[in-house]
Every structure is written in structure tokens, then in C-alpha cells.
């Protein structure tokens, strides 16, 4: 048996299967990395929601209109062109979209400067239109500014580094 860090006894093959203990890239992702990221996502979200809706019932409908508009614009200017979404599946499994259907055709390879202009503008905007809402409630705006880059952090320290998307901008796996 070989310990590992959760106090969990596993087999050998167990530890090698699992890709907790794997340095290597990250092929396939299982609906708890989704929770996971969900959950991780859910914080920002939910206190920008809670500042704006305490302020402004009609800005807070604006605010989920941002959130939910931002969701096929991604999925159609930066998933598509993912391994993940170009799996022959018909419905996407990633730690960002769990179970959606494929609208988009596959676009694999590189993004173009629009596409990665698109993918980065969206994301901006629903991060930065309740700013002036949070700014009026800073308990709620530190709340908002540590999840957010705890979000970062942890996509940034955990997924970047196993990414199996070479061409993604963020991508920082070390390529052998």
C-alpha cells in the first residue's frame, strides 16, 4: 500500500492510476475537477451578484445576462479549439463546462489574434462590470478580489502546468 496525503490508504496500481500522484499532462477530466472549480468559481460570482443585486435589481439582471452571454462566446472563440472540446463526445467535459452540448463545429490549432482578443475581453467583462457596485461595499470587494485570484492561482498552479492544449496562450506545460 502507499500512503498518500489525505491519510487514504491506496494499492500501487491505485497511486499510479490516480492523477493526483502524476506529474505528467492532463488527458481526461472527471466531474469532481468540475465541482471543484465550480465551487472555486461560484465565490466571485455569487459576492459580485450579491453587491449588485444589493444596489441595483435591474444591473444585477444586466450582470447574469454578462455571466450567461459570456459562457457560448467562450465556448465558440476559445473551447473550440481545445482538446477537450474536440474530443469525439457530443457533449463537453472540462472543468469549465460539464455536460454541455457541442453547438460549435471543432476548430482545433491556434487561436487568431481576434479569437484571443474575444477570449480575453470576455472574461474581463464579467469580471470587471461589478466593480463599481463591489467598490461600494469593500467587505464584499476583498471578498471578490481574493477569489479571484485564488481562482487564477489554483487554475494557474494546477491545470496550466498538465494542459494538453499547447496552443493556448496560458499554456506553461513543460513540453518534452
Not at 460549435?104 to 474581463?124: C, D, Y
Request: net charge positive.
Amino acid at each position: 500500500m502507499v500512503s498518500w496525503s489525505y491519510g487514504q490508504k491506496m494499492t500501487k496500481k491505485e497511486s499510479e492510476n490516480d492523477d493526483r500522484n502524476q506529474p505528467g499532462l492532463k488527458y481526461r477530466y472527471s466531474f469532481p475537477d468540475f465541482l471543484y472549480y465550480s465551487a472555486l468559481l461560484a465565490i466571485p460570482v455569487v459576492t459580485a451578484f450579491t453587491a449588485v443585486l444589493d444596489r441595483s435589481g435591474a444591473a444585477s439582471l444586466v450582470y447574469l445576462l454578462v455571466l450567461l452571454g459570456s459562457v457560448p462566446v467562450m465556448l465558440r472563440f476559445f473551447c473550440t479549439h481545445c482538446p477537450h472540446y474536440c474530443r469525439d463526445e457530443n457533449t463537453l467535459k472540462c472543468i469549465f463546462f460539464w455536460g454541455l452540448p457541442k453547438v460549435f463545429r471543432q476548430r482545433p490549432g491556434s487561436l487568431g489574434v481576434m479569437e484571443k482578443s474575444i477570449s480575453i475581453a470576455a472574461p474581463a467583462l464579467f469580471i470587471l462590470f461589478p466593480v463599481y457596485w463591489l467598490l461600494q461595499a469593500p467587505g464584499l470587494l476583498i471578498i471578490y478580489l481574493l477569489s479571484i485570484i485564488v481562482f487564477g492561482a489554483s487554475v494557474r498552479r494546477n491545470e496550466c502546468p498538465r494542459c494538453i492544449y499547447t496552443d493556448c496562450p496560458a499554456n506553461n506545460a513543460n513540453q518534452q
